[in-house]
Structures are given as C-alpha cells and as structure tokens.
C-alpha cells in the first residue's frame, strides 16, 4: 500500500492545525467575554475546521470523524480519524504535552498515524509496513527484560472505572511503579515509540483518542492492542494497552488477571 500522498496530506493537515493552536496555548480567558469559550475550545473547533477544508478539497470521497464534529460518511473505504487536541488538561494547564491527532483508517484498521505536538514542534509519524520517524528520523521502542524494571504510564485513575483501575493497580505493582508516569494522554505513547517508556495502559478511550497511536508505536517495533491483546479497530472497546516489547504482552496480560476480563468472586 503505497500511502506517499497520504503522508504528504497528513503533514499539511499537522501543519494547519498547528497554525491554529498555537496563538491559543498559555492564553488567558477573559471572563468578560460573551461566549465564555476555553482556549482550548476555540483552539480545538478552529483547528478541526481547518483540517476538513483541506480533506473536503483534496479527498472528498473519504469519511471524516473527529472529537468536534462527528462523522462525515464517505464514499471510499477510508476514514481520517482527527484530534485536534489530545490532552485539554495539559493544553489548559500550560504543558506542551498535549498534541493533534491524525489517522487513516482503511475499511477500520488504522493505517497512517500522526502525533503532533506544536509547540515543541515534534511530529511522530507512523505508517503501517514503515519504520516510524521522530521529526523525520527513525526511532525504535526499547526492550524490557521483565515486567518489574518497566515504567507504565496513564493519563490518570480518574478514567478507569473501580473495576478497571483494579485491573491497573495489580498490573502497575509488578512493574518499577517508583517510575510510574501519570498524565500525558497521547504523549506517553509517542515516548514510548522513541523508548522512553516501556508500558501504556487506559480505558476509556475513543476511537479519535488511539487510531492514530497504533502505527506509531506497531511501527517502532512495540504492540498495541485491548486489553485481552486483540488489535484495536474501529470496534475497539477504548481499553487500550501499548507495549514497547511485545515479548512483555503474555506477563502483561497475566499481571492483568487474564486481561481485564472481570473475575468470579
């Protein structure tokens, strides 16, 4: 699957969208203001908007779905799956953490994904039978010999239910939990591919919050998939875990309880 053009149009969409955020970052509301809108919202709706001019003129036969303004149905088998921004917390709370997600999806499968983070002006890239680019050069996942030198990261306990933050906590204790990372969104996958971080593990998650992850992380030799290890789709159930060595996914799962399956008391 030759995706050239594909890749050239995401990088334009990145580009658009970083055009919009950035006058937005470390902005202050002013509470005066008649439509009492968040940075971020104007932030977000400007830069999707942005985005689908450009698809709706340059593939105007492929389907259109991201957070602001839902689905546009197509007429191809492919899907561009948009986040403006990842991370509302860190773009709210001034951390250039946050970034614009980009994927290509063809009859479900994530082909294309690109993360962009535009302040610090990084851009990982990943593309499905390609190794993935850190701002043009290759990076590769880190192995881990064992479950108990790993670092995990999560966006936060609030986003798993009781059940699922159990499932977390029984994982996270395996692993060198002094290290464990919280908060991050989207970013902790990104350093994951660059080998920074060894596990992600989420709920929750909307199919515009991990499309574009899959072929960044898969393509820097880690392992996404749900929570039972099978590889996520636009059917997936926003359980979400990434291995940076998949030769870790079988502990994984084990630590897990068998892979967030709910138990018999």
């Not at 334009?12 to 509470?31: G, K, M, N, W, Y």
């Not at 921004?85 to 690109?114: C, E, H, N, S």
């Amino acid at each position: 699957m030759n995706l050239s053009a594909e890749i050239a149009l995401a990088h334009r969409l990145a580009d658009a969208a970083r055009a919009e955020i950035l006058p937005h970052f470390r902005t202050q509301v002013d509470s005066e203001a008649k439509d009492d809108a968040t940075p971020v919202s104007v932030a977000d709706r400007a830069a999707e908007e942005a985005m689908r001019r450009i698809l709706k003129a340059e593939v105007p036969q492929d389907g259109v779905f991201g957070e602001e303004f839902g689905v546009e149905e197509g007429t191809s088998r492919r899907q561009w799956v948009l986040d403006p921004i990842d991370g509302t917390t860190a773009f709210l709370a001034g951390r250039p953490i946050f970034a614009t997600l980009i994927a290509l999806l063809v009859d479900g499968f994530p082909v294309l994904g690109m993360i962009d983070q535009p302040v610090n002006k990084e851009r990982w890239l990943g593309v499905m039978g390609e190794g993935t680019t850190f701002n043009g050069k290759p990076v590769t996942t880190r192995h881990c010999r064992e479950l108990s030198a790993a670092t995990i990261a999560t966006t936060g306990p609030q986003y798993f239910s009781q059940d699922e933050g159990d499932v977390f906590m029984a994982l996270a204790s395996q692993t060198d939990h002094k290290r464990m990372v919280m908060g991050g969104d989207c970013y902790n996958y990104a350093c994951l591919a660059s080998g920074h971080i060894d596990i992600v593990c989420e709920a929750g998650l909307k199919l515009y919050d991990f499309a574009a992850l899959v072929p960044v992380v898969e393509g820097a030799g880690g392992t996404m998939s749900d929570w039972n290890g099978e590889p996520l789709h636009a059917g997936s159930d926003g359980r979400v875990l990434a291995l940076g060595d998949p030769a870790r996914l079988e502990d994984v799962l084990e630590a897990m309880g068998g892979g967030g399956h709910s138990h018999d008391h």
